[in-house]
């Protein structure tokens, strides 16, 4: 047993970049569902706006516009703009979409939407008929050239115990200091007027419009900027993996952000944090021990093999999670005397 | 269920529905309207249905709401007095709380206009009428469950700088601001002897409790009209006292008060006014010592005749 892949692979669940895509999405999600009640269950289509703003700005629709407008903008100044554009312009854009029609109505049509919504522009995204903008299946590449060329680390070391090259650990460092900001962010908002309002508004809708508070407009403030933190996300995940392709953004992905959430706690400020360092803890661990029982036939090759090993980690954080839902229902952060209020 | 009595008792030496009176609270708001005289002034009104008052506050109408082929509300003309307790009764599906939406703007009436204060409030949003000084309580108490009692106070309180989203994240634009609404909730949740729930849950609280938080609560919002939908539903009578007192205590401070009723017996005792609905229009107004001898309502009450009502018997 190579006990020490074990606990290298431990640690990149607990930190490393996919931590830090679905905490930042987790937060995001935490905005809608944990304090405004809001049930997004196309989180994935955040992220996706994330990527594709960002990819599409430098790689496909920025060299165009320079074409045609002879604008001329270099290819760090398309990067920026294109992170704007990820960050900014399309979670708004989406956010509209998919708010306008649902927000007046009850929270299930929110629901059918947004998965709805986030599975139309994966499939958009993956035809052909687009390829010249969004590289149809095999997705954009070369757009993360600029954000690397930042790196003050060496593309040859290793850093922070052997665990990371020298571009994963630039960008885990600025994950982690995004990751930092949001989750301050975060908590100044809903400590505040505003948050109360949002938390009214998850508790009782009429009551808080009966109080004077708007609350079509406040779930669009919600739905917006907690999709902005599934957008920044999403781009943390194009520039990590340098590509952003449309199966990267399938509906598993959402429902990866709504467990990392629960298990966390939803409502709680640190609960994303948590929950997604879990969830990518044991997913990544797991697969290293199971692979490596597998590989030194402490499981019998008849009752599983190595390609199974994907699928079982799987299972593993199913079974965690029913456990969870049985013995934890609060999430880890959770108050189990404030859930138990729901029954009331 | 020991515990939960054992709240509502420390809730009742308040009993006595004049008691208000001697806890001054400045957080209460008070309107300078001429209480006795507006009481008195009553006298004058015919007791007729749609009759007209001297001071409206609330005029509505030609008010129609269908619900497909059922007329809920039908009222032609409905007035409502400033500065007294205005009682609205009927029998079970005879269009009250519609009404009550509807004058509230929480339902949008199919033809009608409504005036409160003198201004068209047709097309204003129901977040808005808040804002006029207006606001209303609901039949199933709306209390915020996971949010606590003072939380729930303070989140009445209108034009709050901290409620948007940019000046959210830099408390220093709206500490001093939420630090005097904490003041004034807190001192609304003694008067309604609250405060020792302060930090309670709004969930953990009973049914009374959460009918006097949902008070405070609108009060928070300084409302020159309060509509309260059934306030003694499902409350402990050892409350109903104090719940009464705080209902008058809110007339005596100039406050229009109209509300929904089941409880005949609390609308003689504090109200000055009583319209009656049936199958969605107004059939008697008058004061609550009038209404018991109007065939009117005594009709819509035990049905027209004997021979109806036998008949129902004899087909079930």
């Known amino acids: ?344 | 269920m020991t515990d939960e009595f054992a709240k509502h008792d420390a809730l009742v030496p308040e009993a006595g529905p004049k008691s208000h009176a001697p806890h001054p609270a400045h957080a209460l708001p008070m309107f300078d309207v001429d209480v006795a005289a507006a009481r008195s002034a009553l006298s004058e009104v015919p007791w007729e249905p749609g009759a007209s008052k001297p001071d409206p506050i609330l005029v509505a109408d030609n008010v129609v709401r269908r619900f497909g082929g059922l007329t809920a509300v039908d009222v032609d003309h409905v007035e409502v007095q400033r500065g007294v307790i205005t009682a609205l009764i009927g029998p079970n599906g005879a269009g009250k709380t519609t009404l009550f939406n509807l004058l509230t703007n929480f339902d949008t009436p199919d033809t009608g206009s409504r005036l409160f204060n003198g201004q068209a409030i047709d097309k204003v949003p129901a977040h808005k009428i808040a804002g006029y000084g207006m606001v209303r309580t609901f039949q199933l108490t709306k209390a915020l469950s996971k949010m606590t009692v003072i939380e729930n106070m303070k989140l009445g309180a209108t034009d709050q700088r901290g409620e948007s989203l940019f000046a959210s994240v830099l408390p220093v634009l709206w500490r001093k601001q939420e630090n005097e609404i904490e003041s004034r909730a807190d001192e609304l949740l003694v008067h309604f002897k609250m405060e020792h729930m302060r930090d309670q849950f709004a969930g953990t609280l009973s049914g009374g409790q959460r009918k006097l938080l949902e008070m405070a609560r609108a009060l928070m919002v300084e409302p020159e009209m309060v509509m309260l939908d059934e306030p003694m539903a499902g409350v402990n009578p050892a409350l109903t006292q104090s719940l009464l007192g705080h209902v008058t205590g809110l007339r005596d401070r100039g406050m229009t008060v109209l509300f929904v009723e089941h409880d005949m017996d609390m609308v003689q005792e504090i109200s000055d006014w009583v319209i009656v609905m049936a199958e969605g229009k107004i059939i008697a107004e008058g004061p609550p010592g009038s209404i018991g001898q109007n065939q009117a309502v005594v009709d819509a009450y035990l049905g027209s005749s004997h021979d109806s009502a036998l008949d129902l018997g004899e087909g079930s």
Request: charged share 15%; proline share 3%; glycine share 12%.
């Open chain 1, 1 to 344: 047993m190579d006990y020490q892949a074990i606990i290298e692979s431990l640690f990149r669940g607990l930190i490393g970049e996919r931590f830090i895509v679905f905490a930042l999405a987790a937060i995001g999600l935490n905005l809608h569902f944990g304090y405004t009640g809001l049930l997004n269950f196309g989180q994935a289509v955040f992220m996706a706006a994330g990527a594709y703003g960002l990819a599409m700005m430098v790689a496909t629709v920025g060299p165009r516009l320079n074409e045609n407008t002879g604008l001329n903008m270099s290819e760090t100044t398309l990067f920026w703009v294109g992170v704007f554009t990820a960050v900014v312009v399309f979670p708004i854009l989406f956010a509209l979409v998919m708010g306008i029609p649902t927000l007046r109505l009850r929270a299930d049509y929110l629901a059918i939407v947004t998965i709805a919504v986030a599975e139309i522009f994966r499939i958009v995204a993956r035809s052909p008929r687009f390829d010249w903008l969004t590289g149809s299946s095999d997705g954009l590449t070369g757009f993360s050239g600029t954000f690397y060329d930042l790196s003050p680390f060496s593309t040859t070391g290793r850093y922070f115990f052997n665990l990371f090259t020298g571009n994963q650990f630039f960008l885990v460092l600025v994950g982690w200091t995004i990751l930092a900001i949001g989750t301050t962010i975060c908590w100044l908002l809903v400590r505040s007027p505003w948050g109360r309002v949002l938390k009214a508004i998850r508790e009782d809708e009429d009551a808080a419009r009966s109080l004077g508070k708007n609350a079509y407009s406040y779930k669009m403030q919600a739905l917006i900027l907690g999709g902005m933190f599934g957008a920044v996300g999403g781009m943390v995940r194009a520039v990590g993996f340098s590509v952003a392709q449309p199966d990267n953004f399938i509906t598993d992905v959402t429902f990866f952000v709504w467990v990392a959430l629960i298990l966390g706690g939803a409502g709680k400020v640190f609960g994303p944090l948590v929950g997604a360092a879990l969830l990518y803890a044991v997913l990544d661990s797991s697969d290293t021990v199971l692979r490596q029982l597998v590989e030194n036939d402490y499981i019998p090759s008849s009752f599983m093999s190595g390609t199974q090993v994907g699928q079982v980690r799987f299972m593993i954080v199913g079974l965690g999670l029913v456990l969870l839902a049985a013995f934890r229902p609060q999430g880890i952060f959770g108050n189990k005397e404030e859930m138990a209020l729901d029954d009331r």
